[in-house]
């Protein structure tokens, strides 16, 4: 069993940086690929972007390559998502999620992913 909590979401100004972080128990993190989903109100839960097991592959969604990173940190158990240039657009609850994996495929869609945390609320002021 996989827990996952997301930390660091608030309140930004268009144009700013912002960086949310994903923690996991357990001792099996570095076999789970990571992925940054975000959901906003009324709306369907969208990919961002997703990172293999070693952080040596990534995938982002057209709307945010360019402007977000996604790393992870293995020996502390941590996945991040760095935001720059934030738009209004980018409001949303964002929550990551795990598959444990052993292929280089970066799923995106939620379906494929079978842990998630509770989500952090990210709000972009225009």
């Known amino acids: 069993q996989v827990q996952l909590v997301e930390s660091g979401g608030g309140l930004v100004q268009a144009g700013g940086s912002l960086r949310v972080s994903c923690a996991s128990s357990?001792?099996?993190?570095?076999?789970?690929?990571m992925g940054w989903f975000r959901q906003a109100p009324g709306k369907e839960r969208d990919f961002v972007a997703a990172?293999?097991?070693?952080?040596?592959?990534?995938r982002y969604s057209d709307s945010v390559k360019g402007r977000f990173t996604i790393s992870r940190d293995n020996a502390k158990n941590t996945v991040y998502l760095q935001m720059n240039s934030l738009k209004a657009e980018d409001t949303a609850v964002y929550h990551c999620?795990?598959?444990?994996?052993?292929?280089?495929?970066?799923?995106?869609?939620?379906?494929?992913?079978?842990?998630w945390g509770q989500g952090t609320q990210v709000t972009v002021s225009s």
């Open positions: 990172i293999s097991t070693t952080g040596g592959s990534t």
């Open positions: 999620a795990a598959r444990p994996s052993y292929r280089s495929t970066l799923y995106n869609t939620p379906g494929d992913y079978n842990y």
């Open positions: 357990g001792r099996t993190f570095s076999s789970y690929m």
